[in-house]
């Protein structure tokens, strides 16, 4: 699985603390893509045997995610560039699933022939970035749409036959109130013409990021965090409205209609190997036996220098992970998800009794032949939950 990270926004979002620099119509130039185009593709060059093995490893599955930063403010040619720079080092020309995060936005600017050239080149999922159905919460948020262009730009994608479309939300902010939450919910479950449900939905709490400019709003005293009452409430009718609806709640914030569960994602939280690509992309590969986190530093300028020098070490860092770090890390993406982990798993990493008290007090229940999850009724404290069991 391959994830290439584009670090380009027309502004920034009030809670995002993603790695991107503000993409200005000099930035948008043809010139400026050409050059981040061609690092990109030299990376993918300076990397291949680690592309390569990715796709060997045990586990392995056939994916790419194109996310950001912002996807969709590129040409479909840069699409092009770097599906032809993979092809070119053994990665297929088809995907398992394909996916390209978008903003509502930009699917309205550039209409129907934007989202069929996506399909034509084998793109087979869009994730995108509604937040809210409330034009203040949207202004709030600093988002470039309004709640008539999230509904128009997800028509847009349906009607160019785009069948695989999940939407993200946001919940737990102070000015979002109970009765607006559930509106906002409707809302996304009539957002097609057609009649026809969103096949995936994401929805996240509200969480204020280091660096973010919710975070220096916070230390201004300007805002203040919802209470984790009406966070806890948001997040069962969540839960409920989309269980009624069909959806299976697969992961703590993922929600697809069966069928339909996000394959990259999913393996993310199985520990699958996989291989990011551009400034700020995280890697987890496997090597010589050794699992190895690595990254590229969040810095434009030096990784084009480290692209050009044909050194990728001089923009990126990594670290080899013990067993001991890998057991845990599995155990805390899995027991994120509705499938959980296997109780000898837990039972032989951690305390005995701590999995047994958990059990007990109905923190963790059985799921399968051998397998231990944390109960949907639960999962808004999943965290506690996990800590206190490793």
Same mark, same amino acid.
């Given at each position: ?72 403010? +590129? ?62 919460? +949207? ?29 993200? +939300? ?221």
């Amino acid at each position: 699985m391959i994830y290439v990270h584009i670090p380009f926004c027309r502004s920034f979002c009030t809670y995002c603390d993603f790695y991107s620099e503000i993409a200005s119509s000099s930035c948008r130039s043809r010139e400026s893509l050409d050059t981040y185009i061609k690092a990109l593709c030299r990376e993918v060059e300076l990397r291949s045997a680690e592309i390569r093995e990715n796709l060997v490893t045990p586990g392995a599955v056939n994916t790419l995610y194109i996310g950001g930063g912002t996807p969709s403010v +590129l040409p479909l040619s840069v699409f092009r560039d770097l599906l032809e720079a993979l092809h070119n080092v053994g990665v297929g020309k088809s995907f398992r699933e394909f996916t390209v995060e978008v903003n509502p936005d930009d699917i309205v600017e550039k209409g129907h022939s934007y989202v069929e050239g996506l399909l034509d080149m084998g793109v087979s999922r869009i994730s995108m970035g509604v937040q809210s159905f409330d034009d203040g919460i +949207l202004k709030w948020m600093n988002r470039r749409h309004d709640a008539d262009a999230a509904v128009k730009a997800y028509r847009i994608l349906e009607e160019a036959s785009m069948e695989n479309i999940s939407i993200d +939300l946001i919940f737990g902010l102070p000015q979002l109130s109970d009765t607006l939450w559930q509106e906002t919910l409707e809302k996304a479950l009539t957002i097609s013409s057609k009649g026809n449900l969103p096949k995936h939905i994401s929805s996240y709490q509200l969480s204020v990021e280091p660096g973010s400019a919710l975070a220096q709003l916070m230390e201004q005293g300007k805002w203040a965090e919802a209470s984790e009452e009406l966070c806890s409430r948001q997040y069962d009718r969540l839960c409920a409205s989309l269980k009624t609806a069909g959806y299976h709640h697969y992961e703590i914030s993922n929600f697809a209609l069966p069928g339909y569960e996000a394959v990259h994602n999913s393996a993310y939280w199985n520990h699958v190997p996989y291989v990011g690509l551009g400034p700020g992309a995280h890697s987890f590969v496997v090597r010589d036996d050794t699992y190895v986190r690595r990254w590229n530093n969040p810095d434009l300028n030096g990784y084009l220098k480290a692209v050009n020098k044909g050194d990728m070490s001089l923009a990126s860092g990594s670290e080899n992970l013990s067993e001991e770090q890998i057991v845990m890390e599995k155990i805390m993406l899995g027991l994120r998800t509705s499938s959980g982990v296997s109780k000898s798993l837990l039972m032989g990493a951690c305390s005995p009794q701590n999995v047994l008290s958990a059990i007990s007090d109905g923190d963790l229940e059985s799921v399968g032949n051998d397998g231990l999850r944390i109960p949907e009724s639960r999962f808004f404290v999943s965290d506690a939950i996990i800590m206190s069991i490793i």
